[in-house]
């Protein structure tokens, strides 16, 4: 067998990795040489802020679950702990800054492009092609500039086995040993947990091993399950330890029905299990980062991604929907996420002003300009706003007065208060929203159409809640936020919620759940009995007469639905649009209108 001797006078070995010998032919394969430094792949600005934005919770994720024992273990020997993409893009460093100088120089930099066809072999780019840890040590590395560092990384794979990053400590004079290789394998495992923990829907956290010693050790198994006892994902130890465990699995085939009865150990059979909430955490984690919205319904997703474009370009946005779909909660998350959000948001109800008061309250006015004004004057609404966000809720109300002063306003972006001749000048964003048919009231001649196409830059239609392809979701998202103790929902009850119109939209869900959840603390299971009587009412009238009597247990597929007549016949008869727009499947669609007759 020859031995390949490479011209750094480092030689291969039989008993060199087979992974370092592989690493340098592709190395030279892709055309590098040893001794000039190769081109450098960098992302600009942009790109740069995209991909950060795309991994968010994995940047946020390693700040918390790995960087603090980096910092505890690697603080004073001057390495680095750095973070790349599946790509090998690298996203984020943390560190010692005095190296900062010659890891630039060899372009160790956020932004920069570390793939083994880019720079040759090294630890980032190599773990992410041999999908394992490796320590690339001086010498070891293809580019001679390179051969200051130690580098040490390993791939991290999200809950579903994708590749999405790498973890790396790089270091310029100590040596990496098996240590290293060990701490970057346990840095990246506390990731992917903390990923496995994130997974939508994450109910539950249930630790598992069959020694009870074992059950902190980092070694045991991790199952997440949803709200309903599912399972959503598990760690490689879990899936041997649960044998044929599949993603959406009841957990109680596994762990028998009391898993998520108790915080403390818990034996069952040959496993012993610790189960925890996972929930305290999320919610302060969405209040702390106040980033990362993400709607899963499609048609508000792309609501929520167009609307954020325009509000970086300061274009007037118009948001419709129906009353209670949640338009003002849409503009708080959009102001928050935006260039404005250290401005103002300042909303304006102009349904709930009295005809008279909304000019001063919109423009201001002057000391003195009118009986009962305070003394001082008043800026205004507008002017108040400055910087920041005008909300214009309900502005078909506004009356047509108004409406040509506010177009004004819009035009020159200046205000001149009631009874002033002096203009100021303002900076807003404008967010105008209605649950009306603005182009209807245009026509009748009840609202401007200068105004109109003024505050019509875009304009979005949020999804009534029936619509919304994520109901389910978030029926269980304010079952999770009002419920006291754990407690699911009867299958029974869920098709229900999920059928029935919902006229008040998520005001109407939200209410509902808070008042349903006060009448079943305690209970185990949320059920038919514990809804308010007129809901219980109205739900019931969606049940065949001969079943409602037994509505909870009882047999609800042939439940009649007003709204599927309504819509079937509103689309002419069209089966996938209407079992699309209503959310349910094709088949279940088709039973339900043979069972009314209609098909
Ligand atoms: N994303 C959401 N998840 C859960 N509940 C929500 C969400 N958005 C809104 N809600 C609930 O719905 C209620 C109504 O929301 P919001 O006031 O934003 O609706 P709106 O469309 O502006 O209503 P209106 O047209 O009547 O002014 C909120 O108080 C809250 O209880």
């Given at each position: 067998m020859s031995v390949p001797k490479w011209n750094t006078g480092m030689t291969i070995t039989p008993h060199s990795q087979a992974w370092l010998t592989d690493s340098w032919s592709r190395s030279q394969g892709a055309g590098l040489q040893q001794t000039s430094s190769p081109d450098e792949l960098r992302l600009d600005r942009d790109a740069l802020a995209v991909k950060h934005f795309q991994h968010k919770q994995l940047i946020e994720l390693v700040k918390q679950h790995a960087l603090p024992l980096f910092n505890q273990l690697m603080?004073?020997?001057?390495s680095r702990l750095i973070l790349s993409d599946s790509e090998g893009y690298v996203l984020c460093h943390w560190g010692v800054s005095q190296y900062s100088d010659k890891l630039a120089n060899v372009a160790?930099?956020?932004?920069?492009n570390w793939q083994e066809q880019h720079k040759g072999t090294n630890a980032i780019g190599t773990a992410l092609l041999a999908k394992q840890a490796v320590s690339v040590i001086g010498d070891q590395?293809?580019?001679?500039?390179?051969?200051?560092m130690s580098c040490t990384a390993s791939p991290i794979f999200s809950?579903?086995?994708?590749?999405i990053g790498a973890i790396d400590i790089t270091s310029e004079q100590q040596r990496h040993t098996q240590q290293t290789l060990l701490l970057i394998s346990s840095l990246v495992q506390q990731v992917e947990t903390a990923l496995l923990c994130h997974l939508?829907?994450?109910?539950y956290r249930i630790d598992l091993a069959e020694?009870?010693?074992?059950?902190?050790?980092?070694w045991q198994g991790i199952v997440v399950a949803n709200a309903d006892g599912k399972i959503l994902g598990c760690n490689p130890m879990a899936k041997t330890l649960l044998h044929d465990a599949k993603v959406g699995d009841d957990l109680h085939q596994y762990?028998?029905?009391?898993?998520?009865?108790?915080e403390h150990l818990l034996q069952h059979q040959r496993f012993h299990l610790k189960t925890q909430s996972l929930v305290p955490e999320r919610r302060t984690q969405v209040v702390s980062q106040q980033i990362g919205v993400r709607f899963r319904d499609p048609i508000l997703e792309r609501a929520w991604q167009q609307a954020n474009k325009v509000v970086r370009r300061c274009i007037p946005l118009l948001i419709c929907g129906e009353?209670?779909?949640g338009k003002e909660q849409f503009v708080k998350k959009l102001h928050a996420q935006?260039?404005?959000?250290?401005?103002p948001l300042v909303a304006v109800n102009c349904a709930a002003l009295p005809a008279e008061l909304v000019e001063s309250e919109l423009f201001g006015y002057q000391a003195?300009?009118?009986?009962?004004?305070?003394?001082?004057?008043y800026e205004g609404k507008i002017r108040q706003a400055d910087g920041g966000f005008l909300f214009l809720d309900e502005?078909?109300?506004?009356p047509m007065a108004t409406q040509s002063r506010l177009l004004r306003v819009l035009q020159e972006r200046e205000v001149v208060p009631v009874g002033s001749n002096r203009s100021y000048k303002v900076d807003i964003q404008v967010v105008a929203a209605t649950h009306a048919n603005l182009q209807a009231l245009v026509k009748a001649g009840e609202f401007r159409e200068d105004l109109y196409y003024r505050l019509n830059g875009l304009q979005v239609m949020l999804p009534a809640l029936r619509q919304r392809a994520d109901r389910e979701r978030i029926i269980h998202k304010l079952h999770r936020r009002y419920r006291t103790a754990p407690q699911t929902i009867c299958p029974q009850l869920l098709r229900c919620l999920l059928d029935y119109?919902?006229?008040?939209?998520l005001r109407e869900l939200d209410n509902l759940m808070q008042v349903a959840c006060l009448m079943a603390e305690d209970e185990v299971q949320l059920q038919?009995?514990?809804?308010p009587d007129a809901l219980q009412t109205q739900l019931g009238e969606q049940v065949q007469p001969e079943v409602s009597a037994t509505?909870?247990?009882?047999?609800?597929?042939?439940m009649i639905n007003a709204n599927i007549v309504a819509t079937f016949h509103r689309f002419d008869g069209n089966v996938s649009r209407c079992a699309k727009y209503l959310g349910m499947s094709r088949n279940t669609l088709y039973r339900k209108l043979k069972a009314l007759g209609l098909k």
């Open positions: 603080a004073h020997s001057k160790l930099d956020i932004g920069v590395h293809f580019i001679r500039q390179h051969r200051f809950p579903q086995g994708e590749l939508p829907g994450s109910h020694q009870p010693s074992l059950i902190t050790s980092g762990l028998g029905e009391k898993w998520n009865r108790s009353t209670g779909v935006s260039g404005r959000s250290q401005g003195g300009a009118f009986t009962g004004a305070h003394r001082n004057g502005i078909g109300e506004m119109a919902w006229p008040g939209n038919w009995q514990h809804l509505t909870a247990e009882g047999e609800l597929s042939l």
